[in-house]
């Protein structure tokens, strides 16, 4: 299966910065995707940002100018920079890999997520 290891969260003040790593391990046959989601307080989970394996990313339009998505295929690894954090973006963040493993099906598999606290 796939594991999905995340880093990188914490507390900011508004303005600040941070970046967040996710590296997949495990067996893994073919990575289509991979990105983040969030989960605020009483909300849903909503996309963030999406790196998938031809090279195009996708970003939220509520991070757009703020947040950058890249990865690094032969680490298996997808980083968030976030510039420029306002309170809203205070969250759990959840590292989504789109990937084909010992089952041999494709799926998605989460990590356990990294609280990201943007407050004065």
């Known amino acids: 299966q796939v594991q999905l290891v995340e880093s990188g969260g914490g507390l900011v003040q508004p303005g600040g910065s941070l970046r967040l790593s996710c590296a997949a391990s495990?067996?893994?046959?073919?990575?289509?995707?991979m990105g983040w989601y969030r989960q605020a307080p009483g909300k849903e989970r909503e996309l963030v940002a999406l790196s998938n394996s031809g090279g195009s990313t996708t970003l939220a339009d509520s991070v757009k100018g703020r947040f950058t998505i890249s990865s690094d295929t032969a680490k298996k690894t997808v980083y968030l920079q976030m510039n420029s954090l306002e309170p809203e973006d205070t969250a759990v963040y959840y590292c989504?890999?789109?990937?084909?493993?010992?089952?041999?099906?494709?799926?998605?598999?989460w990590g356990r997520g990294t609280q990201v606290t943007v407050s004065s």
């Open positions: 989504n890999c789109n990937a084909i493993s010992t089952d041999f099906r494709r799926k998605d598999y």
């Open positions: 495990g067996t893994i046959f073919t990575i289509y995707g």
